[in-house]
């Protein structure tokens, strides 16, 4: 079992930047696939970023690709996600995801175990 607590959400301006951060328990966080996935009013929830377990490998949505950063310590049983140049389509909400196995390049918020409650990101123009 992994418990995901989702931080550093907040109100921010178009072009500014922001990381959150998601906090999971257990010992075995190293094990576990990590992704963010974030969700806007009336939206189906999108994939946004996955990393492997030891961080090695990552994939990123198209959308985010370049601007946006994931990277896991796993010293400190964390994954990161940080947000450059944010833009008026970027608010939603970022929901933390971790899975045993899955591939690398998974887009799909059902191949996902377990969730945080998610944290609110929210840009103005």
């Known amino acids: 079992q992994v418990q995901l607590v989702e931080s550093g959400g907040g109100l921010v301006q178009a072009g500014d930047s922001l990381r959150v951060s998601c906090a999971a328990s257990?010992?075995?966080?190293?094990?576990?696939?990590m992704a963010w996935f974030r969700q806007a009013p009336g939206k189906e929830r999108e994939f946004v970023a996955a990393?492997?377990?030891?961080?090695?490998?990552?994939n990123y949505a198209d959308s985010v690709k370049g601007p946006f950063t994931i990277s896991r310590g796993n010293a400190k049983n964390t994954v990161y996600l940080q947000m450059n140049t944010l833009k008026p389509d970027d608010p939603a909400v970022y929901y933390c995801?971790?899975?045993?196995?899955?591939?690398?390049?998974?887009?799909?918020?059902?191949?996902?175990?377990?969730w945080g409650q998610g944290t609110q990101v929210t840009v103005s123009s």
């Open positions: 995801a971790a899975a045993a196995r899955v591939p690398i390049r998974t887009m799909t918020p059902g191949a996902y175990d377990y």
């Open positions: 257990g010992r075995t966080f190293g094990s576990y696939f």
């Open positions: 990393i492997s377990g030891r961080g090695f490998s990552t």
